[in-house]
T-cell receptor
């Protein structure tokens, strides 16, 4: 079936270090992937997306890497800041072309000052 | 640009009571989604609308959940009767088209069933 998962439930990093959050997906038909950030008490907030015809995309302090061979997605955050503390979700569009997203379980990023 | 608006933000009800959540999507967004997010889990799609038509309601518990988007703009999600396991955050989201575009979420409506 369709599923999206993250490797680690919690990641703790020192302020200023780089963070890498990983995600494995199972549906090889997925061609669109998104990372969301969810702070406590708020809805998911778009961070960055990538389509399957790319293997890397960069934003401001964030980079998403896509490895379709092993169905792996990662989010890299440079110079992690306390404000980056949140739960991070990866999501994929699965085999559907309706635009819906399938979410993983989430990884909690804790930034230590 | 205004984001996705949801109300109420918080609701506490007893089991077997009913509750309704309202959502107003981003202006011009044709597609509207309701997701359920149980504590500690990722959001799960309940229902997807394209304008005023249902695109996907395969994971909506239709014996107790209903949703409508009569005029193709705002939407209401109703639960009747509520069960303890319905305690969750109900997230409304919208997107401009229905294929592979970014989905924008509201802040959510937090439901506690006691």
């Amino acid at each position: 079936g369709e599923s999206v998962g993250l490797h680690l439930p919690t990641l703790s990093v020192q302020e200023g270090d780089n963070s890498i959050i990983n995600c494995a997906y199972s549906n090889s038909a997925s061609d669109y992937f998104i990372w969301y950030k969810q702070e406590s008490g708020k809805g998911p907030q778009f961070i960055i997306d990538i389509r399957s015809n790319m293997d890397k995309r960069q934003g401001q302090r964030v980079t998403v890497l896509l490895n379709k061979t092993v169905k792996h997605l990662s989010l890299q955050i440079a110079a992690t800041q306390p404000g980056d503390s949140a739960v991070y979700f990866c999501a994929e569009n699965g085999s559907s072309n309706t635009g819906k997203l399938i979410f993983g379980q989430g990884t909690t990023l804790q930034v230590k000052p | 640009e205004a984001g996705v608006a949801q109300s109420p933000r918080y609701k506490i009800i007893e089991k077997r009571q009913s509750v309704a959540f309202w959502c107003n999507p981003i202006s011009g967004h044709a597609t509207l989604y309701w997701y359920q997010q149980i504590l500690g889990q990722g959001p799960k799609l309940l229902i997807q609308f394209q304008n005023n038509g249902v695109v996907d309601d395969s994971q909506l518990p239709k014996d107790r959940f209903s949703a409508e988007r009569l005029k193709g703009v705002d939407s209401t999600l109703k639960i009747q009767p509520a069960k303890l396991e319905d305690s969750a955050v109900y997230l409304c989201a919208s997107s401009p088209v229905n294929s592979g575009n970014t989905i924008y979420f509201g802040e959510g409506s937090w439901l506690t069933v006691v």
